[in-house]
């Protein structure tokens, strides 16, 4: 069973960056498909930042400008660069391939304070 391993979250004041990162067992073949989404206390899980098959890379409009989303093919590891962090940015955070094709993982927590 495939299993995607968040990590890099924490607790970081507003105006902090964090890197986050999504381990990637070497069998999964849509690796290049595989975004990042969010779920905030009291919420519905939401996408971040996930690349699209045409090649671009959509960002919700609460991150744009402020998120970017990469990945390294050799490690098989996707990442999620934010930066100017807000406390509405407080969420736990996932890495999946559209639709939640994978299990969702433990995910990774992040805190912004203010």
């Known amino acids: 069973q495939v299993q995607l391993v968040e990590s890099g979250g924490g607790l970081v004041q507003a105006g902090g960056s964090l890197r986050l990162s999504c381990a990637v067992p070497g069998s999964i073949f849509r690796i290049n498909l595989l975004g990042w989404y969010r779920r905030a206390p009291g919420k519905q899980r939401e996408l971040v930042a996930a690349?699209?098959?045409?090649?671009?890379?959509v960002y919700a409009d609460s991150v744009k400008g402020r998120f970017t989303i990469s990945r390294d093919n050799a490690k098989n590891t996707v990442y999620l660069q934010m930066n100017s962090l807000k406390p509405e940015d407080t969420a736990v955070y996932y890495c999946n391939a559209p639709g939640g094709y994978y299990p969702w993982g433990q995910g990774t927590q992040v805190t912004v304070s203010s």
């Open positions: 690349p699209t098959s045409g090649g671009n890379t």
